[in-house]
Every structure is written in C-alpha cells, then in structure tokens.
C-alpha cells in the first residue's frame, strides 16, 4: 500500500474510538514503547494505543521497580514515541509522587504530558482516593485513564506483586472504585492481575472500556509491555505475558557475531569501507614526501 493510500484508509486513534470499538464490541489492542522505533513499529501494526508506560523505569533503564521514574524521564520517553507514532492513541503514564501530593501539581504536571510532549491522555494509578485529582484533570481537557488491580507504584503497600481482587470483599471495592473512577470522568480504566471473572463482570458493568493485563479475556482491550512482547526484559515475566519473539537472544546472537568479526579481522571489508580516488591518493603522498 503507498502513504497516501494508506493514509486515507487509517484514521488516528482517539478516546472516542475506544469508546466505538467498546459498543461495537471491537477488541482495543494498546502496547507500551519508549523510544521512537519501536513507536514506528507499534503503528505500522496497527495497534490502536501507545501507552508511554512507567515500566519505562524497569525495562529500559534498570531500576528495581517503577518508583524512581521522574517526570523528566517520562517526558523525555514520551517526545521520543510522539515523534515515531502517527496513528494511535498516545497515554502517558504519571509517575510516582506527579499526581499524589495536590491536586494542583497533578493537574500541572498532566498538562505537561500533552503540552510538552505530544500525547493524547494520560493514565494514573489508584481508586477511590484519586477521584478529586481525575475530576481535575478531566475538567482541565485532558483525558484520564484509570488504572486499578495490581497497581506496581502501590507494590510496598501491597507485599509485593501480587493479584488483587480475589476476596469477594476486595473483589466488590474493585468494582465499586472501578465505578467511581467511571464517574470522576475516565475514558477507560486498565486493571492489571485481577481474577478473570472479575474482569468480566466489571467489564459488563462499566460503560467505558476496560484495558486488562492479566485481567481475562473479557476486558473490551488487552495492554502488554512491548519488552515482554519481543522477550527484551529477561529479570522476570509474568504469567499473564505472552512472548512473540525473543530479541534478547538475537540480540546475544549478533553482537556476539560482531565481537567475533572484529576480532578475527572478518569485520570490516572492503564491502564496509570507504575509499579515495587513486589521484588523491597519489597527490597525498607526494604532499607527504615534500
Ligand atoms: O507502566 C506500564 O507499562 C503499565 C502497564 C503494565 C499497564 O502501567
């Protein structure tokens, strides 16, 4: 297909289209990325949504888990993925410690996702507790999306990464915070490790589409790390993580090749390398010998 046809044939992702696709009963598909390539790629693939995730922090650049991740690093990452992705919808995802000290610095730094750094929505964690913060931004024009179930910048509080909403008690919260956050004014809500039957009944019982990663097949969309998707980030994966290749090792693989090349002298060749017209060559060394 040329650009231009293809251009008329895709239409960007908004969050009224996940909306549409929810009615229609439509899978939203949604990766993460951080830089520009794999941005390009996202989109080549037609995935509806781009989410700039927070797992920036444990998958790109080494922490421990998502709590060191600054807003400069998410907006550096952001820029980086606006730059490659033309078509789907763009979240960026608030930081630890961007959304949860005032309501003010929330809205602010929300702002900065779209104004500074080119996406489309933002996503923050947590429930009932963050609805004044969600109510803001929203009526700040900035769309939100929720994210509930096992939220990592909550991991100390939880005991580690463990499901949520097992309990018929915590189970009923979930939906009821679910509900709340429907009402404060999110597009949609991603619920991560939550038991799949949980994830059906919320998903029938919310108007807005549900984003599940470990969460069933019901949910109206599915989201997965990229670095899990390509087997880029070996530390640990999920249950819920189904790996479609396994970049990790090609990577191994070539570079190990390209150690060898160069040590063994079969890196470069001339097929590699740059020559000067034989004039010049000549014309040098006569220079040299003067
Ligand atoms: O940061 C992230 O990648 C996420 C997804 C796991 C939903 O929040």
Not at 1 to 30: L, N
Not at 43 to 56: F, P, R, T, W
């Amino acid at each position: 297909m040329s650009e231009s046809s293809e251009s008329v044939k895709r239409k960007k992702i908004t969050t009224r289209t996940f909306q549409q696709k929810k009615a229609r009963g439509e899978p939203i598909t949604v990766l993460t990325a951080y830089d520009y390539a794999t941005a390009l790629a996202v989109d080549l693939a037609e995935i509806d949504a781009i989410l700039v995730g927070d797992s920036l922090g444990m998958v790109v650049l080494g922490y421990e888990n998502t709590l060191p991740v600054t807003m400069d690093e998410m907006l550096h990452h952001c820029k980086a993925v606006a730059r490659g992705a033309k078509y789907p919808l763009l979240i960026g995802d608030m930081p630890f410690m961007s959304y949860q000290v005032s309501v003010e610095e929330a809205v602010r730094n929300a702002g900065r996702f779209l104004k500074e750094a080119g996406m489309d929505a933002v996503k923050l964690e947590g429930g009932r507790e963050r609805v004044p913060v969600i109510e803001a931004i929203v009526a700040a024009g900035i769309p939100v999306q929720g994210h509930l179930g096992l939220t990592p910048q909550s991991v100390h509080q939880f005991g580690g990464y463990r499901a949520q909403g097992k309990s018929a008690q915590a189970a009923k919260r979930l939906l009821e915070d679910a509900l709340l956050l429907q009402e404060a004014g999110c597009f949609s809500i991603v619920f991560e490790t939550i038991p799949t039957r949980l994830g059906r009944l919320i998903s029938e019982r919310l108007e807005i589409p549900t984003i599940g990663i470990g969460a069933g097949a019901a949910c109206d969309g599915q989201v997965l790390v990229s670095h899990d998707v390509l087997g880029l980030f070996e530390r640990f994966t999920p249950r819920f993580v189904k790996k479609y290749a396994d970049l990790h090792g090609e990577m191994v693989r070539a570079f190990a090749a390209y150690n060898s090349d160069v040590t063994s002298g079969r890196f470069p060749t001339d097929e590699h390398s740059i020559e000067m017209p034989d004039e010049e060559w000549e014309a040098l060394t006569a220079l040299l010998d003067d």
